[in-house]
């Protein structure tokens, strides 16, 4: 089965901006009420992930306590407002922090400067829509609604003629309309205010269900323009499905299917986006007998944290190469043993917290809960038990990462102060991951030959610091939007995207430098060179992320992760055309 992601699907220009701005609201909020002027998208669950973070939707300004109105703060969503409630939010004292979406608001510009020049004003939208609601205000009565073509036969002679479009009309349906006005008023200034990435995203609909055997439009139910991109998509023929969530695809039949295409509207996260990618995956791989069982295998090994597991001991055999010390089995076992039982622990806790979002592994943790459970457990005690067995160095130190692992999600402080935990600590997460997987991969092996810091001990721990960190901040850039929404403070939400991508490639070109000048500088083995290909592939994983239409979450992180084995395989064939 191929599954192609339109390019265009989920949030827009506007809306991204929107959610960013209440989000940044969000994390730095006192005992400020926050409230949004209706939904601040129509999606229902980004809107009960914003109440969680307490940010509220209101649908009247009488809908703020009184008690409230000093304190409060009211956000304005991307749709905008017309004048008039403005001025009634002004005069109850409420803050405004207006989100109105650049576009919205040229719109907005055009319709109130040709209403003051006298011209009546038509407005081509969806009667009762926020934003032609809003944009309807700034006509101060001189403005008309024009619903569908048939509405123009029922306006009256108009002298002067200004027309707009909701930005996010209909492409085929305004040339439609304005071409019934132009002929009944033949010098009526016509403005193209439909959004480029409207324009786009249905341009892109209608040429990927022409190729199609099955359409899956995601987006609220409410949402006009995702209704908008349902429609044209029946329009080339072609079955399609207006689906919210992922279940929803456990009522269809989809195996009959060999090509389904995917879209979504403007106010779509992409984290929905990405479970229905996932589950569809799930399908395609039953369809596929050759590679089918490879495939599958491998998705339970990620899906599982197995594929984390067997990565760790990868960087842990290519660890004690790179120091010069002799491969012991034990240490690799550890490193897979300790990295799996806290990957395990740490996802049930994550579940937890991200139990509207969901992800690719939430299915089979919460089915298996305790055979999950029990196996981490039992890991961890082999884990320290090898450990022991390798001397009290190596023992001391693992058991001290564990309990840091097991400390990290723990309330320490009293819930009045922000930071209760040390999960709380912007940033910790990717830090605090690579710090552990480089202990227990280049500092536990050291160890065992006593409490002696080397050159090569030094380079196997910041190498492995490394790759560990790019490939946890790279796995958070594709989860920026569900991160931000339940207030995890990664790296990449705490820097911004941008940012974050100049930070890794320093990170890997130094990485690079380091690993060519190691060796000869008598610090490590020449397993150093072999090991560049890791930030090649690193590299290859910067593009990826860029260009991921055609990956499902599950193999992204799959792709991710594979980092790891790739310093393993480079390992051995270093090892055997050493031997």
């Not at 081509?124 to 944009?135: M, Q, Y």
């Not at 160890?447 to 090569?456: H, K, S």
């Not at 991921?548 to 395989?569: D, H, N, P, Q, V």
């Amino acid at each position: 089965m191929e599954i192609r992601l339109a390019r265009t699907a989920g949030f827009c220009m506007g809306v991204r901006r929107a959610v960013d701005l209440v989000l940044d609201i969000a994390q730095h909020k006192g005992k400020e009420s926050i409230y949004t002027y209706g939904p601040l998208i129509h999606n229902p669950q980004t809107i009960e992930l914003l109440k969680k973070r307490g940010i509220m939707p209101i649908d009247h300004i009488d809908d703020i306590e009184a008690s409230d109105n000093n304190a409060a703060t009211i956000i304005i969503r991307a749709h905008g407002i017309s004048p008039q409630e403005r001025e009634k939010i002004k005069e109850n004292g409420i803050r405004i922090i207006d989100a109105t979406c650049p576009k919205v608001a040229h719109v907005q510009a055009i319709i109130k400067k040709h209403a003051q020049l006298n011209y009546a004003v038509l407005i081509v939208g969806d009667a009762g829509h926020p934003e032609v609601n809003s944009l309807h205000g700034y006509s101060y009565g001189k403005g008309f609604i024009i619903g569908n073509i048939d509405d123009c036969d029922k306006l009256p002679q108009l002298d002067k003629v200004c027309v707009v479009a909701q930005t996010t009309q209909s492409v085929d349906d305004y040339a439609r309309i304005i071409q019934k006005i132009k002929d009944r008023y033949p010098q009526a200034v016509i403005f193209n205010t439909i959004c480029d990435s409207t324009e786009k995203r249905q341009s892109e609909v209608k040429r990927l269900a022409g190729r199609m055997d099955a359409m899956f439009i995601v987006g609220g139910r409410n949402s006009a323009n995702t209704k908008r991109l349902v429609t044209l998509s029946e329009e080339q023929g072609t079955p399609t499905y207006h689906i919210e969530t992922a279940d929803e695809l456990n009522e269809l039949d989809i195996k009959k299917y060999d090509k389904i295409g995917i879209s979504a509207g403007a106010s779509t996260p992409n984290w929905i986006i990405e479970r229905i990618m996932d589950q569809l995956s799930s399908y395609s791989q039953s369809k596929n007998h050759r590679l089918g069982i490879i495939l599958r295998s491998w998705q339970f090994c990620v899906r599982t944290d197995i594929y984390s597991a067997v990565g760790a001991g990868c960087l842990s055999f290519s660890s004690m190469l790179l120091q010069q010390l002799d491969v012991n089995i034990f240490h690799i076992l550890t490193s897979a043993l300790y990295v799996y039982a806290m990957h395990t622990f740490n996802r049930f806790i994550n579940l937890k917290r991200r139990s509207i979002i969901g992800s690719f592994r939430e299915y089979a943790f919460g089915r298996h809960e305790k055979v999950y459970v029990l196996a981490a457990v039992i890991a961890i005690f082999i884990a320290l038990a090898l450990a022991f067995l390798a001397g009290p160095g190596p023992f001391l130190l693992l058991l001290a990462i564990s309990i840091s692992g097991v400390l990290y999600n723990t309330k320490l402080l009293p819930d009045r102060w922000r930071i209760k935990s040390v999960k709380d600590l912007p940033g910790s997460k990717n830090v605090s991951m690579a710090l552990a997987w480089a202990c227990v991969v280049a500092v536990v092996p050291q160890l065992e030959m006593g409490f002696i810091v080397t050159a090569g001990m030094i380079v196997a721990f910041l190498f492995a610091f490394f790759v560990v960190f790019i490939r946890s901040a790279l796995s958070d850039m594709l989860d920026i939007q569900g991160d931000s929404l339940i207030g995890r403070e990664t790296i990449p939400v705490l820097i911004g995207k941008k940012q974050t991508q100049k930070l890794l490639w320093g990170i890997s070109f130094f990485t690079l430098a380091m690993l060519m000048i190691a060796h000869s500088a008598g610090w490590t083995s020449s397993l150093s060179y072999a090991l560049i290909t890791c930030i090649f592939y690193v590299w290859i994983c910067f593009y990826l992320c860029d260009r991921r239409a055609k990956f499902s979450g599950i193999i992204m992180e799959g792709i991710l992760e594979t980092i790891y084995i790739i310093a393993g395989l480079s390992s051995m064939i270093w090892v055997f055309v050493g031997t």
